[in-house]
């Protein structure tokens, strides 16, 4: 847990972000089991502007999910979205850039209210 902290902690830039990412997780943790569902991750990213195919979908569950259970863990998602944009050229790479970049939004807003 610590190496999850610290990352995010690496991500924000300090405490008052990390409680925005936690709360970006939990919030598109529909059901709160600590995990992100194909459908809840498809649904709230439909939220914020980002209409994905099921292929999107599965793509991002490719790239991100380690321990290959077909869900998203807060480890999983902190790394994601800390990444570093995608240097490939290509439609995959734009996807994942534009999703990671949606994501970090959703923290500027959150921290322009904390």
Same mark, same amino acid.
Request: proline share 2%; net charge neutral.
């Given at each position: 847990?610590?190496r999850?902290?610290?990352?995010?902690?690496?991500?924000?830039? &300090? &405490?008052?972000s990390?409680?925005?990412?936690?709360?970006?997780?939990?919030?598109?943790?529909?059901d709160?089991?600590?995990?992100?569902?194909?459908?809840?991750?498809?649904?709230n990213?439909?939220?914020? &502007?980002?209409?994905?195919?099921?292929?999107?979908?599965?793509?991002?569950?490719?790239?991100?999910?380690?321990?290959?259970?077909?869900?998203?863990?807060?480890?999983?998602?902190?790394?994601?979205?800390?990444?570093?944009?995608?240097?490939?050229?290509?439609?995959?790479?734009?996807?994942?850039?534009?999703?990671?970049?949606?994501?970090?939004?959703?923290?500027?807003?959150?921290?322009?209210?904390?």
């Amino acid at each position: 847990m610590r190496r999850v902290r610290a990352e995010l902690l690496r991500l924000t830039g &300090g &405490g008052a972000s990390l409680a925005c990412v936690w709360q970006v997780f939990s919030d598109m943790d529909d059901d709160g089991n600590g995990t992100l569902s194909r459908s809840e991750l498809k649904q709230n990213l439909s939220a914020i &502007g980002l209409d994905l195919s099921n292929d999107d979908i599965e793509l991002l569950l490719n790239r991100f999910d380690d321990n290959s259970d077909n869900v998203i863990n807060l480890e999983e998602f902190s790394r994601f979205v800390a990444g570093k944009p995608n240097p490939r050229v290509g439609r995959k790479g734009r996807k994942l850039a534009e999703i990671r970049t949606a994501l970090r939004n959703l923290f500027r807003d959150c921290n322009s209210l904390v």
